[in-house]
């Protein structure tokens, strides 16, 4: 607007514009207030621009894909802490009333005792209630070997419980194997589950496994039917037929 208050352009060309200049600032406020507003908008676009900007560089591949991987991972888990798996029979049978030899032998009752069954805690169990199934003594040392993951496989094959428990007398100046040794031992029966037994007393082997240091020994697998008879102990077991159909015969008593 030119000076002397005519609406038509002024002398330098310049196009028509409004200006209104308040005589008092404080009527800016409001504008200044609206201006902040927007910058603060302006900037929080730009930042979310620049963290969706990895994944939308490929269009909507990424997202799918890694919403994918997260369904299949939390599937995973959920089957593996939940899936079913065969359930080993419970001991409702029983104990045989009679036996042909006493607690502690072949066609006997498995000895008198306790041990402890552990898991994410030791429960004290009474020995003649680990039934049915093998339990496997390990000696001094031992190495696991695949005969483990085996009998750990066919134990679960036919619904029956497999057990591993260390023998604690030394031997050659070793010691028995630690709960971490079993530990590790179990984990390599893929196929099946192995439950760990604490006997500090060593009373399953002082009943059924060579003393420790005997040539050839390896682990000693004792199979239990379900009425609590062992109808047999073998100290040098190894993989094959004989000892798939003693695991199978479990099954059957």
């Known amino acids: 607007?030119?000076?002397?208050?005519?609406?038509?352009?002024?002398?330098?060309?310049?196009?028509?514009?409004?200006?209104?200049?308040?005589?008092?600032?404080?009527?800016?406020?409001?504008?200044?207030?609206?201006?902040?507003?927007?910058?603060?908008?302006?900037?929080r676009r730009a930042r979310n621009r620049r963290l969706v900007r990895p994944f939308t560089r490929f269009g909507v591949a990424i997202p799918i894909i890694a919403g994918a991987l997260l369904i299949a991972l939390v599937s995973g888990a959920l089957m593996t802490a939940f899936g079913p798996r065969p359930t080993p029979r419970p001991t409702a049978r029983m104990l045989a009333p009679s036996a042909s030899a006493s607690p502690g032998r072949l066609h006997g009752l498995l000895p008198e005792g306790y041990v402890s069954v552990v898991g994410r805690e030791a429960v004290r169990t009474r020995l003649q209630d680990l039934r049915p199934g093998v339990?496997?003594?390990?000696?001094?040392?031992?190495?696991?070997?695949?005969?483990?993951?085996?009998?750990?496989?066919?134990?679960?094959?036919?619904?029956l419980n497999f057990w591993l428990v260390a023998d604690p007398r030394p031997?050659?100046?070793?010691?028995?194997?630690?709960i971490k040794d079993l530990r590790a031992c179990a984990g390599t029966a893929h196929r099946g589950t192995a439950q760990i037994?604490?006997?500090?007393?060593?009373?399953?082997?002082?009943?059924?496994?060579?003393?420790?240091?005997?040539?050839?020994?390896?682990?000693?697998?004792?199979?239990?039917?379900?009425?609590?008879?062992?109808?047999?102990?073998?100290p040098f077991a190894r993989l094959g037929g004989e000892l798939t159909e003693m695991v199978q015969a479990l099954e059957t008593s």
């Open 1 to 43: 607007m030119r000076p002397d208050g005519d609406p038509e352009p002024d002398d330098y060309g310049l196009p028509r514009v409004d200006v209104v200049v308040p005589d008092d600032a404080r009527e800016l406020d409001r504008d200044i207030v609206a201006y902040h507003r927007e910058r603060r908008q302006e900037r």
């Open 135 to 159: 339990i496997a003594i390990l000696p001094p040392g031992y190495r696991c070997e695949p005969m483990v993951a085996e009998l750990a496989g066919r134990a679960q094959e036919f619904k």
């Open 171 to 178: 031997a050659a100046g070793r010691k028995g194997m630690s």
């Open 197 to 234: 037994i604490e006997d500090g007393d060593g009373i399953l082997a002082r009943a059924y496994a060579p003393a420790p240091g005997t040539p050839g020994t390896g682990a000693t697998a004792v199979f239990v039917q379900l009425d609590g008879i062992v109808p047999h102990a073998e």
